[in-house]
């Protein structure tokens, strides 16, 4: 009783914070403070046989280890994308793209259908680049200026980028290699649970997503009396930006440079996101130069590169170490495990122990921001329904994945979510409510697909 009244205080206190605009980052430093020096008093050291040698300093040892696991991680891949994006701005090579894919697209007259193929396009991406947040910004510097100048309200078009990465598929994604050792699978092909039964659910859930996003985004524009953006009547044309048109390319080379150099195209080269990032800012420079023809001012102006991985550090980058750490003292805590066992146990059969899971998993990542922490407690519970009603492992599996994936779009706390707020200038509530309505059915419509067809 005492675990789940811990949690509750803690998760209490974040919401409260959230509400009162307390400085997100500080607010989940304080808390995981607070919750390992409870474990500390309770339970001892809070790193085990990684022990610095006193039980108070591993508190803030803990800090180190979350920090270290998270930079050499999502927080590098993001600010090497991040860096790549600005420098595209810089050059005027992502105003380029949008204004030429954005020419056609105003003849549409179709906003909501535009903002509806973002939301797919982005989901589409995340099988190659699973980082939510990299697939946020990718999304930001390309196709978000094309929502605005089709017509789109900000709110719609900035919730459109919040929903663009809620799919947890593709042999790339960590989480499932994750998923799999906490269930204590070794000989499983990623690819082969990709084609058997990822994307069929995954497709079923992105078009419940999409069709219920559309009307949602009409009645909220309405009663918000959103207007469209200022950029849908602005004229400036390819000629008015200054840069050669084939500029529009390169917002596009990490894309698709990643894409081919996978395991689904060329296989025998798989090329990090790092990696391509920093190659095609190599060749985006070298293009520069040639069209400048003013190799010193080119040179130094990839200086905004890392201003822009400064920033992002700073901001997010923080928020993601910081959240990882309040998730992992949540788990140290044991209270929501023993909340989501609590809730299983009730009657109702499987199908109610399942369905109550996956919401459970939409719920606590939405409330802490963090994917990947969360994933390490709602895995090992649908682990033991699948034991204990002898289910088909992988799709449920997959179906607790989903969860916590959907969480990605309704939280208001995760890097990612306040990164599209900041570069929206949207308030990152109002998408949130936005979305809660998609997020909810399409959790709901991945139970009963993996249920009616799998189990």
């Known amino acids: 009783m005492l675990q789940i009244l811990a949690t509750a205080v803690l998760l209490g206190l974040l919401i409260f914070s959230i509400v009162k605009k307390y400085k997100t980052s500080v607010v989940l430093l304080t808390l995981s403070l607070i919750a390992y020096g409870g474990l500390t008093i309770a339970n001892g050291s809070v790193m085990g046989d990684k022990t610095c040698g006193s039980a108070f300093f591993d508190i803030f040892e803990k800090i180190n280890s979350s920090a270290q696991g998270t930079m050499a991680g999502n927080v590098l891949i993001i600010m090497s994308i991040y860096g790549y994006i600005v420098y595209m701005q810089h050059i005027k090579a992502s105003d380029m793209f949008a204004t030429m894919v954005a020419s056609p697209l105003k003849k549409i007259r179709a906003p909501y259908l535009l903002a509806a193929m973002v939301v797919v396009v982005g989901n589409l991406i995340k099988i190659v680049i699973p980082s939510g947040i990299s697939v946020a910004a990718l999304m930001i510097a390309t196709l978000y200026p094309v929502m605005l100048k089709v017509g789109c309200s900000k709110s719609t078009a900035a919730s459109a980028v919040l929903l663009s990465y809620f799919t947890c598929w593709g042999p790339s994604d960590a ?49 918000e009396q959103a207007k469209p953006s200022e950029a849908a009547l602005e004229s400036q044309s390819v000629k008015d930006i200054g840069v050669p048109y084939f500029y529009a390319v390169l917002p596009l080379l990490p894309l698709a440079t990643i894409l081919i150099f996978s395991e689904l195209v060329v296989g025998s080269i798989v090329i990090s996101v790092v990696a391509a990032c920093f190659f095609c800012l190599v060749v985006a420079v070298v293009i520069h130069a040639l069209c400048q023809r003013n190799f010193k001012e080119c040179f130094n102006g990839v200086s905004v590169v890392f201003d822009g991985m400064g920033d992002y550090f700073k901001g997010p980058g923080i928020l993601l170490i910081f959240g990882t750490l309040f998730a992992s003292a949540l788990n140290g805590i044991g209270g929501m495990k023993l909340i989501v066992n609590g809730l299983t146990s009730m009657g109702g059969g499987t199908a109610v122990a399942v369905f109550v899971t996956t919401m459970l998993g939409i719920f606590v990542v939405g409330v802490t921001g963090v994917f990947n922490g969360n994933v390490s407690l709602i895995i090992p519970v649908m682990t033991s329904i699948i034991e204990a009603g002898s289910l088909p492992t992988l799709p449920l599996l997959h179906l607790g994945l989903i969860g916590c994936a959907l969480g990605s779009s309704v939280t208001p706390v995760a890097g990612a979510s306040l990164y599209i707020a900041s570069a929206t200038d949207v308030s990152i509530l109002t998408c949130v409510k936005r979305n809660l309505i998609p997020i909810i059915c399409g959790g709901i419509t991945a139970v009963i697909t993996v249920m009616v067809f799998f189990v």
């Open 175 to 223: 989480s499932l290699y994750t998923a799999l050792s906490l269930a204590g699978l070794e000989d499983v092909s990623v690819s082969q649970w990709f084609v058997s039964s990822q994307i069929p659910v995954m497709l079923v859930v992105l078009l419940v997503v999409v069709l219920i996003f559309v009307p949602v985004s009409k009645f909220f524009d309405k009663k």
